[in-house]
């Protein structure tokens, strides 16, 4: 099963990813940037009110890589209940933060997010799954400059999944993912791809969410996964290349498009 993240702006936004089919409700605020973040005492409410039935994850904001900054915010939206809590590596103290955040890591499941315009590092990788994370994804820091697919060609694609399934990190894909998006990754067999414009109708990432959009997405993953298995081998063997050459090479980041 591949996963469909719905990201959610506001609790009445959450009838329509669940009635869509969305697997996961990760609660986000669009005009907030990136991974504009709720209130705290909105996501332990939304939490309260699920009672579990869908994976909840919650962003902490767009906030700078300083470890004391990034470790406070962490702490507050785990103490919240959620399932999932995702951190920007926008730029910073990136090996400091990881090395902070491992206590947390510990007790709640932290999902760092790359950003494949920022030339995101893959040898965060290993690392971050040291530190006892629980998974990683790749997004778009600047959602106006295209999809995650105009940024990254497959061949670095290929590697992150690599490096991820490697180093036992639950991993994913996001980053204005549009219909189109969704046939060249499945057969990377992510965990899960995470959408927020293509749920909003023809309104934008800041509209509404659309639970007959959601459902448009939600199909066109179940309808093309076995098309993705049968390209699954393809990509296997580019993954297993792309690994080799980390392997062999030592240092390597994303090859940009």
Known sequence: MIALLASVACYDEIDAALSGGADIIDLKDPSAGALGAWKIESI???????????????????????????????????ETGVDIVKIGFFDGSTHTCIAALEPVAKRARLVAVLF?????????????????????????????????????????LAQFGALARTHGLYFGFAGSLSMTDIP???????????????????????????????????????????????ATATAGAQIAASFRAVASTGTKSAKST
Request: proline fraction near 7%; charge should be positive.
């Open 44 to 78: 332990r409410e939304t939490v309260g009110i699920l009672k579990g039935r869908r994976p909840v994850s919650a962003t902490i904001g767009d906030l700078p890589l300083q470890p004391e900054i990034i470790a406070t915010a962490v702490r507050a939206a785990a």
């Open 116 to 156: 494949a315009d920022r030339s995101p590092d893959f040898d965060l990788l290993p690392l971050l799954a040291k530190a006892g994370f629980f998974g990683v994804m790749l997004d778009t820091a600047d959602k106006s400059k295209g999809t995650l697919c105009n940024h990254l060609d497959k061949y670095a």
């Open 184 to 230: 060249p990754l499945l057969p990377l067999a992510p965990d899960f791809l995470g959408f927020r414009r293509a749920l909003c109708g023809t309104a934008g990432r800041t509209g509404k969410l659309d639970s007959a959009a959601v459902a448009n997405v939600k199909r066109a993953i179940e309808t093309q996964i076995p098309a993705a298995r049968t």
